[in-house]
């Protein structure tokens, strides 16, 4: 006896083959049986007809560690259909943690929710404490370059030694025996920045020798972007581990077509037998903290110290000086100008979330410069920004290559309580229904068999996840059931807390997550294991 059947949906399994007309058993957690199950007795059943069923979607780059914890639910993502998350990207994860530099990491968490107190040390203890309280969707944990850097050494800006370099490595193998996927970095951001390639490669060894793969930010996305391509390679030759170049783009209009390239240089890293992968969201706006405006030298000693910096003339001097004459590929002002600035999220001055830099400036009679002074002073450093910087035939080359994911770099969030704050990246509520109505389905861009490969097989392929990302009998019950011809997203940036329409059901591990459109509150989702 089976607990459900949906029936009749067209079935597109994850491999990128077209659908077919079937219906699909589940028992428990799993799916039992794929077939006509006309005859089978079932304790439910789902008429799916005109629908597509698919395996729940995989968001291979999510920000959402920093967002769970203070609302279960993961309501902007489960609504896409997204089922797990991989988390801890881009170099910020939440363990581990040494007392010595707790403040340290406290400062360089991307969001603190309420009562996330940062009382775990190891990735171990990280992992149990948020499987506690449950969750909608599953999480697979990255364990950030950044964060093992200061555990070791806090916010020093020079080489480790070689004490603190076999300090973060042996974090790093602790953290893989205890759950984790692999290493992340963000080597735009301080004190990622200030890693050579060889300490990176150091760490990633340690966890390629227990199978872990390596996702990179790197180094510079705009006129050093091919280097930075390169370097990623380079730690996945030398690290012995697979690659994921995170969120593919090329930033600033002068450097627009550089994408193609980008895409070469990982078809030949695969030529030579290296598994290079990537990912990346559907939008031609990018987002992060607005202190990566700043030189990275201004976070040497923390956030504390970059906000002292602030106030200090001197200090203030050379920080106008360098951003007024950025050097190629530093920063993020040597290709977008401050109209194409957008402040996204700020804690205290509310009434700059949704306005340009320049118009910020205007309105306190400040240069655009000043402005962003007075802005991350006033915020003790933590203020968010979209950049409005890159190009759409960039992004659909992207989106068709056929190595490169899916991945919102977005985060769980919701239009309520503290998740529903400022005008965040739509990305978060809107990722995966956009490729899906706008760029599979209006655009015809690429057949949506292969759109929901992308967001299944093949991210399930990268993490070397067996029982999910396919529908198939043996296969973990995660399954997304949606209407092709209205998914489509609907958060945009001067609205984004908007969920897309066209996601019916999703079930996570067999049980109902989303049911007819709304949330039954169901926690099912866990920490997912490697291996
Ligand atoms: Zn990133």
Redesign the pocket.
Known sequence: MLDLVIEGATVIDGTGAAGARTDVGVRDEAIAVVGDLSKERAGSRLNASGRVLAPGFIDMHSHSDWRLWGNRRAESKIRQGVTTEVVG??GFSPAPVSAEFLDELRAFALYQPKGMDFSWRSVGDWLAAFDRDGTALNVVQLVGHGTLRIAAMGFARRPPSAAELATMQRLMADAMNAGAWGLST?LIYAPGSWATTEEIVAVAQAAGRYRGFYAS?IRGEGATLLAAVAEAIRVGREGGLPVQI??VKAAGRPNWGKVAEALALIDAARAEGLDVMGDVYPYTASS?TLRTILPDWALEGGVAAMVARLDDPDARARLRREMETPTPGAGVLDRVGFENIMISWCAKRKDAEGKRVTEIAAARGLDPIDAVFELLRDEGGSAYMILFQLDEADLRRALVHPWIMIGS?GSSLAPYGELGAGKPHPRSYGTFPRVLGEYAREQRLLPLAQAIHKMTGLPARRLGLTDRGHVRPGARADLVVLDPKQVADRATYEDPHRYPVGIEHVLVNGRFVIKHGEHTGSLPGRVLRPF
């Open positions: 990207n881009c963000g930010h995170s969120h992060t770099d």
